[in-house]
């Protein structure tokens, strides 16, 4: 089944401690996004990737890193979280060029809570 | 910059009544227009999308919505709610900025279904 596999689903963690986001896709997408969902604010674009090893900031990138080492793979990594990291996450993921026209591919999200 | 509005954030219909779910897009040219549907603890999921032609789409679950440019809207209907189509909805917006393809969303609106 083609999907985009996120985890985990919840997490709680403490202020400061590092953490990682695991973002998978199994279709072969060279392009793969990492968004934040907060009420009121719809979803927000952090960081995404065109293809391995490219790697951009989106519209909130702040307080986040990304790596892309296998087309795969996209991790979400949090060096020091803050409360103000709470959120719901999606990872998604889509074909580039003209295939843009099938939309993104979502993973079922993450749910962070920093406490 | 393109900007994506839904004035509704909550709408309650009764089952068996239409729905029109509204999207509002600011951008200098005709952009490339998605509805995406969250159920409750899940990822988005494409209704449809527009990108020329025709300006009234069909996609999945019954669901239909118009391109009106002269409005700058693209509308989302369904002639007969049931329960399960409970959920959020969004609006996106895709856009070409420096090359690249930019994905906007709507802020969502939030769909509740009485019997």
């Known amino acids: 089944e083609a999907q985009v596999t996120q985890n985990p689903r919840y997490l709680i963690t403490v202020t400061g401690k590092k953490l990682t986001v695991t973002c998978s896709q199994n279709?072969?997408?060279?392009?793969m996004s990492w968004y934040r969902q907060d009420p009121g604010l719809g979803l927000r674009q952090i960081y995404y990737?065109?293809?391995?090893?490219?790697?951009d900031k989106g519209d909130v990138p702040e307080g986040y890193k990304v790596s892309r080492k296998e087309k795969r793979n996209f991790p979400l990594i949090l060096e020091s979280p803050s409360p103000n990291q709470t959120s719901l996450y999606f990872c998604?993921?889509?074909?580039?060029?003209?295939?843009?026209?099938?939309?993104?591919?979502f993973g079922s999200g993450t749910r962070l809570t920093v406490v | 910059a393109q900007s994506v509005t839904q004035p509704d954030i909550h709408i309650t219909v009764s089952e068996g009544a239409s729905l029109e779910l509204r999207c509002n897009y600011s951008?200098?040219?005709?952009?490339?227009l998605f509805w995406y549907v969250q159920s409750p603890g899940q990822g988005l999921q494409l209704l449809l999308k527009?990108?020329?032609?025709?300006?009234l789409v069909q996609g999945i679950k019954g669901f239909e919505a118009e391109f009106k440019r002269s409005q700058s809207s693209f509308n989302l209907r369904k002639p007969s709610v049931h329960w399960s189509d409970a959920a959020e909805y969004f609006c996106?917006?895709?856009?070409?900025?420096?090359?690249?393809?930019?994905?906007?969303f709507g802020t969502g609106t939030k769909l509740q279904v009485i019997p």
């Open positions: 998604a993921s889509r074909r580039t060029g003209e295939s843009f026209y099938y939309g993104y591919t």
């Open positions: 279709m072969n997408h060279e392009y």
């Open positions: 990737s065109m293809n391995v090893e490219v790697t």
């Open positions: 951008y200098g040219a005709t952009p490339y």
């Open positions: 527009y990108f020329s032609g025709d300006t």
């Open positions: 996106a917006v895709v856009t070409y900025s420096g090359g690249y393809q930019k994905v906007t």
